[in-house]
C-alpha cells in the first residue's frame, strides 16, 4: 500500500508567477484535500476534492484553484503568486468525504515566493 | 479568528514522565477532536482522536480528555519516550463540514530528553 506523495518537494518561484503542485493519494483512498501551512502555524484547509468535484473550500481567494483526476491523484494551482503565499502545502487523503477527520497526510511542498 | 488555539509553543519533559500537551477551543459546535504528530521533513500522522459526546478515550500510551464546558482537551502521553519528540497539533471538526476539513491549532513542540 503506497501513501501520499507530493511532488516537488521544494520550489522557488517568484510573484505573480504560477504554480502547479501535485500529489498522489493513497491507494484506495477517494477524497483529496489541500492545506497551507505558514511558518509557526498550524495547517489551514484550502479545499476538498471528491469524485473529482470540488466540495468544501476554506477562505481562500479563487487564484487557489485545483484539479482531482479519476486516479484520484490531484493538483493544486495557485496563480499570481503573492510573498504571502510562501508556506508548506500538504495534501491529504482519505477514504470517504465524510469521515471523522483521520487524514492521511503527503510529506508536503515547500513553496518560497521571492 | 483562531478557533482552535494550542498556547504552549513549546514542552521539554523527561523521559519516562507524563507530557501533557493542551488544546483550546471555542466553536462549541465542533463535535469531533483529533491529535496528529509531525516530525521534521514528513507530513503530520493521525495520533488519537475523540467525539465530543465522550471525555475520554485511550490508546496505549497515549490518551485524550476532553473538557465540553471547558472547552479545552489535552493529551496525555506516558510514559514519555525520545521518540515522542515531534510537534503535535490539535485539530477539529465542525459538523455539517467535510470530513478533510479539519481547523488546526499552532501546533506544540514536544522534546522528551533521554
Known amino acids: 500500500e503506497t501513501g501520499v506523495t507530493q511532488s516537488p518537494t521544494h520550489l522557488i518561484k517568484t510573484r505573480g508567477q504560477q504554480v502547479t503542485l501535485r500529489c498522489s493519494s493513497q491507494?484506495?483512498?477517494?477524497?483529496v484535500s489541500w492545506y497551507q501551512q505558514a511558518l509557526g502555524q498550524g495547517p489551514q484547509f484550502i479545499f476538498q476534492?471528491?469524485?473529482?468535484?470540488?466540495?468544501g473550500r476554506g477562505n481562500f481567494p479563487p487564484r487557489f484553484s485545483g484539479l482531482q483526476f479519476p486516479n484520484y491523484s490531484s493538483e493544486l494551482n495557485v496563480n499570481a503568486l503573492e510573498l504571502d503565499d510562501s508556506a508548506l502545502y500538504l495534501c491529504?487523503?482519505?477514504?470517504?468525504?465524510?469521515?471523522?477527520?483521520?487524514?492521511?497526510f503527503g510529506e508536503g511542498s515547500r513553496l518560497t515566493v521571492l | 479568528d483562531q478557533q482552535v488555539k494550542q498556547n504552549s509553543p513549546s514542552l521539554s519533559v523527561q523521559e519516562g514522565r507524563i507530557s501533557i500537551l493542551n488544546c483550546d477551543y471555542t466553536?462549541?459546535?465542533?463535535?469531533?477532536f483529533l491529535w496528529y504528530k509531525k516530525y521534521p521533513a514528513e507530513g503530520p500522522t493521525f495520533l488519537i482522536s475523540?467525539?465530543?459526546?465522550?471525555d475520554k478515550n485511550e490508546d496505549g500510551r497515549f490518551t485524550v480528555f476532553l473538557n465540553k464546558s471547558a472547552k479545552h482537551l489535552s493529551l496525555h502521553i506516558v510514559p514519555s519516550q525520545p521518540g515522542d519528540s515531534a510537534v503535535y497539533f490539535c485539530?477539529?471538526?465542525?459538523?455539517?463540514?467535510?470530513?478533510?476539513?479539519?481547523?488546526f491549532g499552532e501546533g506544540t513542540q514536544l522534546t522528551v530528553n533521554p
Open positions: 475523540i467525539s465530543s459526546i465522550k
Open positions: 485539530a477539529a471538526r465542525a459538523p455539517g463540514t467535510s470530513g478533510s476539513r479539519l481547523t
Open positions: 466553536n462549541s459546535m465542533f463535535d469531533y
Open positions: 491529504a487523503s482519505s477514504l470517504v468525504a465524510g469521515g471523522t477527520g483521520e487524514l492521511f
Open positions: 491507494s484506495g483512498h477517494n477524497t
Open positions: 476534492y471528491y469524485r473529482e468535484e470540488e466540495n
